[in-house]
């Protein structure tokens, strides 16, 4: 009975009604009902269509403005329009995992409701700053390349920058797979239709499916629910934080969500400031992206994927999302078209929380690899074209020595998965160190 209980106690029997004035492209336009911003209404569309799921998104003297999360088809003028006095929340319990749910957290894999009292919602604050841990704990992510030589902390959050077609969806099944997290939560935001079962059955797999819960809004979605995706997928996280577990958030992607956010600002009037932009656009990220990190009982290590325009990193949308963001790694094309999987570029990306999670000893190692890379990239022309000869310096020796042992070191099958002691054992090899047992702490064997 505590379901139908609780049912009962939400039921508002009085409800405020108004009538649709106008439609316009996205926008929608009633004459009422009394609402807020945020607040979700249902329109009623006639001839036995059913209704219409839309949310308050702006207020002009007694006209409300809606944006719908399904397609306008069959609303007309005077279509009533029902406030629900609530706004957008989602139902969560351990149930969820191994589900995918649409954008408003409904079942989207017909494998039954979610049944559960408990809602979470979908727009939330931010943990205070004052109250959330400390970084200092390292995560697993089964990538050598991210966890020998960018390594990151649980509550973390990176930005996987990248162009069109190198492997950022591939990246994040990897980690999905192979994490040490305990709960994947995976938003999969105005992408392609048919990824959705290609990232669970190729990326995810069994395995990784069986601890992860799955938010699906895909590119023919209306703007409305591109956005709120980006949204129920963070609550999600957070109920699961909330519950002291370790969760990764892996949202695919931020760029699709700015875009969606242009689109609804753009149809309510904004000017577009930077690039076709409005000022909504750069408001909302760091408010969804602050939500993710550490609290006083869980941590939630986020990795956002950013199609970057033409493999510019410079672009307004990659730019701001990097200056939030605890680090960033670069999908590199170059890389890409070597075959050289994951196509990370180590020395474009950064983990700024490495010094917090690495020990004296790895972080020698690390400096160590690096400068070899960095010193073979500075001479690489040189030595394509020949012109470099062997003895002239030995610091260029020595990186042409070890060059294939380095990049055997960062490229992985995607069905390889790596421990962190295999890791950092066989990059110290590489530097001719040894690795402390006290250094790998907590996830010396995971």
Do not use: W
């Amino acid at each position: 009975m505590e379901k139908y209980l609780g049912a009962a106690e939400l039921v508002d029997p009085i409800k405020c009604a108004g009538k649709v004035v106008k439609v316009q492209g996205l926008l929608i336009e009633s004459r009422g009902p009394q609402a807020i911003i945020g607040e979700v209404c249902r329109i009623d569309v006639p001839k036995g269509r059913g209704s219409i799921r839309a949310e308050v998104v702006g207020l002009r003297g007694d006209t409300v403005q809606l944006m719908p999360f399904d397609e306008t088809s069959g609303i007309e003028v005077g279509c009533r329009v029902v406030a629900s006095g609530s706004l957008l929340s989602v139902k969560v319990s351990p149930k969820l995992l191994g589900r995918t749910l649409d954008a408003l957290g409904r079942p989207y894999d017909e494998k039954g409701d979610i049944e559960s009292t408990l809602s979470y919602p979908a727009v939330a604050d931010p943990p205070d700053p004052l109250k959330r841990k400390r970084i200092v704990e390292r995560l697993s992510t089964g990538v050598r390349a991210i966890d020998g030589m960018l390594p990151v902390g649980k509550g973390q959050r990176l930005g996987i920058f990248a162009g069109s077609g190198v492997g950022k969806s591939t990246l994040l099944g990897m980690i999905a797979r192979n994490t040490n997290a305990d709960v994947n939560v995976v938003a999969l935001i105005g992408e392609r239709g048919r990824e959705v079962n290609d990232f669970i059955a190729n990326d995810l797999g069994p395995e990784g499916l069986a601890r992860s819960v799955l938010i699906v809004s895909p590119s023919n979605s209306p703007p409305l629910a591109r956005l709120r995706g980006a949204y129920t997928a963070t609550a999600v996280a957070e109920y699961f934080r909330d519950q002291g577990l370790d969760v990764m958030l892996l949202f695919d992607s931020i760029t699709r969500f700015a875009r969606a956010q242009r689109e609804i600002g753009l149809a309510t009037g904004e000017p577009p400031a930077t690039r076709g932009y409005p000022p909504s656009v750069f408001d909302s990220m760091p408010k969804l992206l602050e939500r993710c990190g550490t609290s006083q009982k869980g941590t939630i290590t986020g990795f956002y994927t950013i199609l970057v325009d033409g493999d510019d990193m410079d672009e307004p949308i990659a730019d701001t999302v990097r200056g939030i963001l605890d680090g960033h790694l670069v999908l590199s094309r170059r890389l890409a078209q070597r075959y050289h999987y994951p196509a990370v570029d180590v020395l474009a990306s950064i983990s700024r929380l490495a010094p917090n999670v690495s020990g004296p000893v790895s972080r020698k190692v690390v400096g160590y690899v690096r400068r070899l890379m960095s010193v073979y990239a500075e001479a690489e022309d040189l030595i394509d074209v020949g012109a470099y000869k062997s003895g002239t310096n030995p610091a260029i020796d020595e990186a042409i020595a070890k060059r294939e042992a380095i990049d055997g070191f960062l490229v992985q099958a995607v069905e390889e998965k790596s421990t962190m002691r295999d890791t950092l054992e066989t990059l110290a090899s590489l530097a001719g160190m040894q690795i402390p047992d006290e250094e790998f702490g907590a996830y010396a064997g995971k």
